[in-house]
């Protein structure tokens, strides 16, 4: 059985462990709360213009492949993280991934090396780009765009997806899929329905050259959002575990605290004995 002095040094520890935890969730929560004000603010002028051109314009004729697929090749983006307290939300990333691309011919590309690793275990053909930190989200958004860009325009890939953990809420969280390319499926001719069939639009460009342009922004943009969603469900998902840390320490707390009066008031009960012992005798 532990001494007393043991059970105390024991629930100091624990006390200390409970307010480094409490720092710690303390700083998640900021963070996520930092960033879910960022996304109220997220380029909501640049979206519905993106958008709109989309609705007035006619896509079906265009032989771009940013618009129809000429490919059968399939690119999906990975989105996971490198912490250990994401690697449930990152098996369902990789999870679901897997599932969209069976069957098919299909190249991954994915961030970090938890996600690369789960990859190389099933055998699939990948790419991988560095970890994912708030600093670099747009430098790797970049990197990722090039990649496939280059691979759709040299007719290597086509139907282009996204992965990624969706912080739905601060205790929700889940893998959620995105359409990137082609437009045409991302943007299906319902977009359509309320256009004024008189209206006449005169481009200077070719839809097929207005594209190649409008891709780029377009890819960079739905990874920086994902990033910033990803990373979001990042700290929910590290509140949440140490919000359950800190309850198994507060039990722990209470089982030492119950073992240190136990202990104490033995030890007080064998000096009376002793005491009581000793006057006994000295009668």
């Known amino acids: 059985m532990p001494t007393k002095v043991a059970i105390q040094q024991e629930k100091e520890f624990a006390g200390n462990m409970s307010q480094l935890m409490e720092i710690m969730k303390g700083l998640a929560l900021a963070s996520y709360v930092k960033l879910k004000k960022a996304k109220e603010k997220r380029f909501e002028k640049f979206i519905h213009s993106f958008d709109g051109f989309f609705q007035i314009v006619d896509l079906s004729k265009a032989k771009s492949p940013f618009i129809q697929t000429e490919s059968e090749n399939m690119g999906v983006i990975l989105v996971t993280s490198e912490e250990s307290f994401m690697s449930g939300l990152n098996s369902k990333v990789v999870r679901m991934g897997l599932e969209i691309a069976e069957n098919k011919n299909c190249e991954f590309m994915v ?3 938890k996600g690369a690793s ?3 275990g099933e055998g699939k053909n990948f790419m991988i780009f560095p970890a994912l930190k708030e600093k670099n989200f747009y430098a790797i958004a970049v990197q990722i765009k090039d990649y496939v860009v280059k691979k759709v325009k040299d007719r290597q890939m086509g139907t282009v997806i996204g992965v990624f953990a969706d912080p739905v809420s601060f205790s929700t969280q889940r893998a959620t899929m995105v359409q990137f390319l082609p437009a045409h499926d991302a943007y299906p001719k319902e977009l359509n329905l309320n256009a004024d069939p008189e209206d006449e639009i005169h481009k200077e460009s070719k839809i097929d050259q207005i594209m190649d342009y409008l891709t780029e922004i377009w ?5 920086f959002m994902m990033f910033q969603d990803n990373k979001m469900a990042e700290f929910a998902s590290q509140a949440m ?3 359950g840390s800190l309850q198994n320490l507060a039990d722990l707390n209470r089982k030492l605290r119950l073992q240190y009066v136990k202990k104490r008031g033995e030890l007080i009960d064998a000096s009376l004995r ?5 006057l006994m005798a000295t009668k």
Do not use: F, H, M, S
């Not at 890819?219 to 990874?223: H, M």
């Not at 002793?274 to 000793?278: D, K, N, R, Y």
């Open 118 to 120: 789960r990859l190389k």
């Open 111 to 113: 961030t970090g090396k």
């Open 219 to 223: 890819i960079t943009n739905k990874l």
């Open 241 to 243: 575990q140490l919000d």
């Open 274 to 278: 002793e005491v009581v012992t000793a």
